[in-house]
Structure formats: structure tokens, C-alpha cells
């Protein structure tokens, strides 16, 4: 534990130290932007974050030591408007680099750069558009389409991240999409390519015959499994939030007050074969519901979310965070009274509960944090406590805390 508090105090005192200026002085704005003519509507912008962890596991195996210092996030995106019609974003990065995985000379695979983003977008009418590339246009829930500048929680509810390394490329599928506004609806459905290369067949122990597995493209062939189809639906019942990007925002602090009630899912026929070698159909379904508002003039404001969703991967799928069964998940935050313009706190907790079919049991998470805001999403400092418990197996215990700069 002295490790452990040597690792806060540090990161304290140089966020305190060097990020106290106030929101309204930080001089952010939209990003760096390039104006490709006088009257800027033809532009290139880039913003770039990174999230850097220290993890304390009590819980560590024998031989591994029990604080762990890790990259979480290196990113950056550009957006680039080439007229009123046509856009194309560019996102890349890395993730979860630590002294596990890095390379010698950098070129190990953990240590490389690749696209998460990558897709081109027309406008065919007013609030209506279409796209193709490798997308994050997502279907199932809010956290499905969750942004990673702004959440509420130290990271996302891993669970509701539910397609990871199933059907996609880390929460992007290379397909086609349409989104767009209907009053205060929003809408975005996609047609995409499901993945052939999956977390069931890259290196692990299970195999076709011992379990139901994620490899339907691979071993029923393409024309079978090759397509999922996914959608979001959301009414923006209060202030009306962007769909210009599909980065969902976790907390808003109160700068907006936002209520939206959503449902959405995702299809992905024979995505899994059973133990008998023939396939079975993947569908998820959530509804969910976020809140966020001021709370009165003191500065105070309270973000909320809660999401039901029904997960079926197949006859008594289970694979880590993805099991055949339902999901209960809901968190709220509250920023504590004070001036908006100086450094803020934000308390919050978090539990989920899931049904998993394949061992008749649940798994149970429960979060207990804090966020401190210097310059907003721009520059804090998150604290984090997760408790986890799969069926009898003993809960375990984690402290993180994340730097977190965004520019």
C-alpha cells in the first residue's frame, strides 16, 4: 500500500499543481483546427487524449506484484469536412500498453499503433446520412456507443462493450450505415462484415466440440455467418444532443440537461457454433434511460443511466464479460456544489448484475469512485474501486487511478 500512496500523492500534486486553471480560461474551444478556405466550413480537426493507470490488485496472483502502471489509452482523431456533404473521420491509437507487452524496439504487436476509426460520410438530406468504412455506428445501448473522453465511471461497463473481439475490431465493424434525426428521434442502423478472427479462435483453449464458440464466420463459411446487422434508437426528450460524431457522452457536469429513453440491438445469425458443431443465431436487445441536469444555481449537477439487456450469444455461451443471459446495469454521479469555473468533484457508484445461463449463477460488480475535474474532460484525475464476484468463485477487489489529458 505505501507503493500505492507514494503513486496518488505524486499525481495529485502534478495535476493540482499544473492544471488548477479554470475551465473558461483553458482556451480549448473546438481543437486545433486547419480552415481549408476563408470561411472555415472546409476544415481538419484533431483532438488527442491519453489515460495513464495505476492499478492496485490485492487480489494478484502469486508472483505478480500487486501495483501495475499501464498506458490505457493513447489516441488521436481527425475530422475532416471536405464540404456541407461529405465528411471522413480518422481515429488511431493504442490501448492497454504495459510492461507485459511492450516490444524491444516498439514492434511487438501491443506496441503498434492501428485504426479504430476509419469511415467516410454523405449527407443525403437534411438529418439524413449514410457512411461506409470501419465505424463505431453501433446498435444495442448508450454504452455500446459510449465515447471514452467523457465518461462517467473510471472506464465502461465492460460488459455492455458487448460485440469486443466477437463480431468486430475492438467495438468497430467494416459495414455500411444510416443515421440520422426524425424531430427528436435519433437513429443509426448498420449492415456490417462480422469478423472471422474472434477471441474464440486467437490462441485460446476452447475449441468447436468443447463449448459453444464465437466462430461462426470461420467455420460455417461467410455466406452463412458473414453479416450482422445492428441499431440504436434514442428520443431526446430535453436538450437535443449531436449526432454529428457516434461517440455517446457519459456526463455532461450539468452544462445540458438531457433526458433520453433508447433501445437498440444486434443480430449476427449463426454467429456461434455449439459443441455439436452447428450453428446458432446471436441476438442482444437493451433499453436504457440517461439523465443529466444542473441541480438548481449552485453548481451541483447529477448524471444517471440505467440499461436492461438480454443477451443471447447462443445456448450457454460463456466467455469472461459476455455470457448467455440478462444484465442489469446502472450508475449516478453527482458534481458537488461550487463555481463552475474552478476545480470540481464528482462522486459516483455503479453496480451491475448478470444472469449466466451456462453456470446457472450471476456476476455481480459493484464501482465506487470519483472524478476531480481541473479543465473538465480536458484534464482530471479519476479514482476507482471494483468489486467483483462471479458465481461462488471469491470477490476481488481493484483500485485504479487514471490521469486523464485531453486535447
Known amino acids: 500500500m505505501k507503493k500505492l500512496n507514494c503513486i496518488i500523492v505524486v499525481l495529485s500534486l502534478c495535476f493540482f ?15 486545433y483546427r486547419i480552415n481549408f ?15 495513464f493507470w495505476a492499478q492496485y490488485n490485492d487480489d494478484a496472483p502469486d508472483g505478480t506484484e500487486k501495483l501495475a502502471l499501464s498506458v490505457r489509452r493513447a489516441r ?32 511487438d504487436a501491443s506496441a503498434q499503433l492501428f485504426f479504430h476509426d476509419f469511415w467516410g460520410e454523405y449527407k443525403v438530406a437534411n438529418d439524413f446520412y449514410v457512411g461506409a468504412g470501419l465505424h463505431y455506428w453501433n446498435g444495442i445501448s448508450r454504452l455500446n456507443n459510449q465515447s471514452t473522453l467523457n465518461m462517467l465511471t473510471l ?3 465492460r460488459s455492455s462493450w458487448s460485440t469486443i473481439g466477437l463480431s468486430d475490431q475492438f467495438a468497430r465493424h467494416i459495414g455500411v450505415y444510416v443515421k440520422g434525426k426524425l424531430g427528436k428521434v435519433q437513429y443509426r442502423f448498420a449492415l456490417n462484415e462480422a469478423n472471422t ?21 470461420e467455420v460455417l463459411g461467410s455466406d452463412e455467418a458473414g453479416k450482422v446487422i445492428q441499431g440504436y434508437v434514442d428520443v431526446n426528450l430535453l436538450d437535443q444532443e449531436s449526432n454529428a460524431l457516434p461517440y455517446k457522452v457519459g456526463t455532461y457536469m450539468g452544462s445540458k440537461k438531457v433526458f433520453n429513453i433508447g433501445a437498440g440491438f444486434f443480430s449476427h445469425p449463426s454467429g456461434v457454433v455449439l459443441p455439436n458443431g452447428e450453428g446458432d443465431d446471436v441476438l442482444l436487445f437493451a433499453a436504457d434511460a440517461f439523465y443529466d441536469s444542473p441541480i438548481g444555481d449552485n453548481g451541483s449537477a447529477i448524471t444517471a443511466y440505467a440499461t436492461y439487456q438480454n443477451n443471447d450469444y447462443g445456448e450457454d455461451f460463456n466467455l469472461g464479460p459476455y455470457a ?3 444484465m442489469i446495469y446502472g450508475h449516478v454521479g ?40 481541473f479543465t473538465g474532460h480536458h484534464s482530471k484525475l479519476s479514482f476507482d474501486y471494483t468489486n467483483d464476484k462471479v458465481g461462488d468463485a471469491d470477490a476481488t477487489g481493484v483500485f485504479t487511478v487514471q490521469a486523464m489529458i485531453f486535447l
Open 37 to 51: 478556405n476563408d470561411d472555415g466550413t472546409k476544415y481538419m480537426r484533431f483532438i488527442s487524449w491519453g489515460q
Open 17 to 31: 499543481s499544473g492544471f488548477s486553471q479554470s475551465e473558461t480560461e483553458s482556451g480549448y474551444g473546438k481543437g
Open 334 to 373: 453527482y458534481v458537488l456544489p461550487g463555481d463552475i469555473t474552478k476545480t470540481r468533484f464528482q462522486p459516483y457508484v455503479a453496480y451491475s448484475t448478470r444472469s449466466i445461463d451456462a453456470i446457472d449463477d450471476n456476476a455481480n460488480q459493484f464501482k465506487l469512485g470519483a472524478n476531480i475535474f
Open 324 to 326: 448467455t443471459g440478462n
Open 76 to 107: 488521436i482523431l481527425s475530422w475532416i469536412k471536405f464540404s456541407d456533404r461529405f465528411s471522413m473521420v480518422a481515429h488511431f491509437g493504442l490501448n492497454s500498453l504495459n510492461g507485459n507487452n511492450t516490444g524491444p524496439v516498439g514492434k
Open 197 to 217: 478472427n474472434t477471441l474464440d479462435n486467437d490462441g485460446t483453449p476452447r475449441d468447436v466440440g468443447t463449448a459453444t464458440v464465437y466462430r461462426g464466420r
Open 155 to 157: 472506464d465502461n461497463n
